[in-house]
């Protein structure tokens, strides 16, 4: 099963703030990383966060604490050109190159 | 342009043919990995690869061969594709671990019959 857990699915409206949680099983990774995938194209990066805390780049600010198993994307003042699906992954420190991938959140906007 | 590139971009084949998807970068990347993609399962990782000649396995490396005998190119070879194969495969690479950026290639989609 997959060791990161993440919403299917999020419907917003245009200038609204969404947060995509994202829950891990295993302790041990060097850190979380998000992708966006716009449908028929490939995954891009968004964020990586290496320690606990907020990561702000533009719109998108990323988040992870480490002693609660979890971290989130947040997507601010949403634009239509924002539904897409969202990954976070991380990668497993047993395995040093070894990634694991969330199955991805739908992220709608609507006008 | 920096780039990732795979082809083929469509392919449509049957049971037991061999075939070879090819990845190559131009960034000079020392880390590249392949992941097929099926819906609701998100990215799964196949392999992966450090550097040159080094090679590991991801989480479903079952079916498939890579090998790395050039730091730009980094082929998935399917010796005997089954049904259960068919899907969007990516390639990507990174500058080192992979950890920060991961540059993907505009994918490759599987159908074998």
């Known amino acids: 099963g997959q060791s990161l857990e993440q919403p299917s699915e999020v419907t917003a409206v245009e200038g609204a703030i969404v947060q995509i949680n994202c829950t891990y099983q295993?302790?041990?990774?060097?850190?979380l990383s998000w992708y966006q995938q716009h449908d028929g194209g490939a995954p891009t990066f968004l964020s990586y966060?290496?320690?606990?805390g907020l990561e702000e780049t533009g719109r998108f600010s990323s988040f992870l604490s480490r002693s609660d198993s979890y971290g989130y994307l947040l997507l601010q003042e949403l634009q239509m050109k924002d539904s897409a699906s969202y990954f976070c992954?991380?990668?497993?420190?047993?395995?040093?190159?070894?990634?694991?991938f969330g199955a991805g959140t739908q992220v709608v906007v609507t006008p | 342009e920096a780039q990732v590139t795979q082809n083929p971009r469509y392919l449509i084949t049957v049971t037991g043919k061999k075939l070879t998807v090819t990845c190559s970068q131009n960034?000079?990347?020392?880390?590249m990995s392949w992941y097929r993609q099926d819906p609701g399962l998100g990215l799964r990782q196949i392999y992966y690869?450090?550097?040159?000649?080094?090679?590991d396995k991801g989480d479903v490396p079952e079916g498939y061969k890579v090998s790395r005998k050039e730091k730009r190119n980094f082929p998935l070879i399917l010796e005997s594709p089954s049904p259960n194969q068919t899907s969007l495969y990516f390639c990507?690479?990174?500058?080192?671990?992979?950890?920060?950026?991961?540059?993907f290639g505009p994918g490759t989609r599987l159908l074998v019959l």
């Open positions: 690869s450090m550097n040159v000649e080094v090679t």
């Open positions: 966060n290496a320690l606990d």
């Open positions: 960034m000079n990347h020392e880390y």
């Open positions: 992954a991380k990668e497993t420190t047993d395995s040093w190159g070894k990634f694991q």
């Open positions: 295993t302790s041990g990774f060097y850190g």
């Open positions: 990507a690479s990174s500058g080192t671990s992979g950890r920060e950026t991961q540059y």
